[in-house]
């Protein structure tokens, strides 16, 4: 198995454990479920930024997508606990700050859809 192929596997399970953890958050928006997703992001973002040497030209332009709003959203995200310090049962509403990075879809799906071409 390729690098690539190995980091590609890495981010798609990532982006499943970090979907999953947002199913969860949106049934009960509770600090537990909103770390999880921290984890899962900081996971992805640690991945994509130190695989940026691996990736073709496109996969890495969608890395570096992903990574401007990962930097922008963990910054808010911990910004927020640091004044809510929140217990793991705390209600806790995260809402990104206006104008700031959305998340890009299309990054993710390019990754999650290179893995499953390669997946066989």
Known sequence: MSDNSIVLKELYYQFKRADNAYASYLREKIFLYASCIRKANDRIYQQLETSLGIFDDEQSVHALQLIAHYD??????????????????????????????????????????????IKV
């Not at 963990?74 to 806790?92: G, K, R, W």
């Not at 990104?96 to 071409?117: G, M």
Request: glycine share 0%.
């Open 72 to 117: 922008v959203w963990m910054a808010q995200f911990d910004e927020l606990v640091q004044e809510l310090n929140p217990s793991l049962s705390t209600i806790f509403v995260f809402e990104r700050f206006p104008n700031s990075l959305p998340f890009p879809k299309e990054a993710k799906e390019s990754f999650l859809n290179a893995y499953n071409r």
